[in-house]
């Protein structure tokens, strides 16, 4: 089955850091470049990294530039996001995206919220 | 960036209708584009990609059309099950960006 799921959200205090994961199966993960997405509570959708099928190139948005590192495991079908210097503004859920040959449903996300 | 345009925001309409959606872009973004639909507490679920390709199990009554700078998404006959938000998405570009959404009442 073709799926996308994302763990290692959870409850953390401004200025803490969580490291995201998503565990790819049933596609070719190494072929496909990686997306994180966020989705803050009754918000649209908001683009936050990305990252090449061999990790070459990566972008980040302004938002988070600087605090957060995305990565990825092509051995374990595995991509992650260290997220540092977490403010209530990246309170979201977090959903991973793969873009390459053949569409990839979206995982169910992970929630993310900074709160003191 | 590409900015996307999305309209409406909102709209409701009758089991039945027919229901239009539009995205521009601010660029020339060739059929680099993806429709979502989604539910309240869900994750997005794409509907429609490369423009005019309907996903795998997705009814027939969903389509989009549209290439470069518009594009259109279209309900044939809308059903209960099919309320909810709408997003277009373009990957032409980096960072890909999204319409504002259309909210689909009954």
């Known amino acids: 089955e073709v799926q996308l799921v994302e763990s290692g959200g959870g409850l953390v205090k401004p200025g803490g850091s969580l490291r995201l994961s998503c565990e790819a199966s049933g596609f070719p993960f190494s072929t496909y470049s990686m997306n994180w997405i966020r989705q803050a509570p009754g918000k649209g959708l908001e683009w936050v990294s990305s990252i090449s099928t061999r990790s070459k190139y990566i972008y980040y948005a302004d938002s988070v530039k600087g605090r957060f590192t995305i990565s990825r495991d092509n051995a374990k079908n595995s991509l992650y996001l260290q997220m540092n210097s977490l403010g209530v503004e990246d309170t979201a859920i977090y959903y991973c995206?793969?873009?390459?040959?053949?569409?990839?449903?979206w995982g169910q996300g992970t929630l993310v919220t900074v709160s003191s | 960036d590409i900015q996307m345009t999305q309209s409406p925001s909102s709209l409701s309409a009758s089991v039945g209708d027919r229901v239009t959606i539009t995205c521009q872009a601010s660029?020339?973004?060739?059929?680099?584009l993806n429709w979502f639909q989604q539910k309240p507490g869900k994750a997005p679920k794409l509907v429609i990609y490369d423009a005019s390709h309907l996903q795998t199990g997705v009814p027939s009554r969903f389509s989009g059309s549209g290439s470069g700078t518009d594009f259109t998404f279209t309900i044939s006959s809308l059903q209960s099950e099919d309320i909810a938000t709408y997003y277009c998405q373009q990957f032409e570009n980096l960072p890909l960006t999204f319409g504002g959404g259309t909210k689909v009442e009954i």
């Open positions: 995206a793969a873009q390459g040959d053949t569409p990839i449903p």
């Open positions: 660029q020339d973004i060739r059929n680099y």
